[in-house]
């Protein structure tokens, strides 16, 4: 009887953390891509934390914004929370072709452009438009771009059209491309401190609209023509002459396999929809406030437990 009990105890010991396990329809673990900037490593916890809260296996695994999307396609990684429109839409469409599958688009509306701070229109009044940030070119030189301006462009892999931009417009600047995103705005905080000259790649939503006051600059309106037909735009020898969307689109990527191998987890994904300002709030909690992702995505879920919640039904 004693042991009878014991057993009993013991069962629903070892059935309180196994039960959700034995419930979902596979344990194969399910692959999130973590890429290089911060509101994507926040989220990317975010929505593995959640499937391991509903029982299923998840493992993260860093890949190149670009690449990410064939492997997705390939069922090498699974699922990609924040694909931007600004960066990635060519590399999206043509995996989506391949048979990757488009996870549903998220509200927040996004910005990918060249930024500069305000006080830059003390000294350039036209900075707001490429072709006026273009006649003071020379204020924004460094000794390794004189006399041209110096862009500090993304890492490579948030894609090439934002330095290619300097060619395809025949602005006089150059394009210094930064490794990671940290030296982005090590590179703007020093430069605002002192008041300097400087513009650089940026997006919204980020945290540094609640740290820095600034603008994006305007190029030409973008579109299809702009990309496939040199005498569309300003030069009428090149594609690629033109900005980036005012108000580019936000999706989700999943792989093929997703729906299929892990039904209750596809359900939950596809309601997953983050809007401008929870995005902010993530790369703040690191970026400002210096947490670490992980621990950051854990105070996004009780900051949002209705929401995290919502999505698990
Ligand atoms: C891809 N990113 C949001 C950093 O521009």
Redesign the pocket.
Known sequence: MKNLLKGVALAALMLAPGMAAAEVESDEPIIIVQ?N?TS?LVLSYVVGKTLEDMGYTVEYAPSD?QLQFQAMADNDMDFQV?A?E???KSAFEKAVENGMVDAGTHSAL?R?EWWIPNYVLEKCPGAGSWEGLNRCAEIFSTAETKPKGRFVG?PAD?GKNYADRVDALEMDFEAINVGQ?ATLWAELQSAYDREEPIVL?N?TPNFIESKFEGQFVDFPAPSDACNEVPEWGPNPNATGDCGAPHSGWLKKAASPRFAEEWPGAWAAVQKIDFNNAQIAAAALMVDVDGMEPEEAADKWMEDNGDIVKSWME
């Open positions: 890429n900037w994507q914004s924040e931007w600004g960066s990635m996004t990918e993304p948030w995103a790649f997006w």
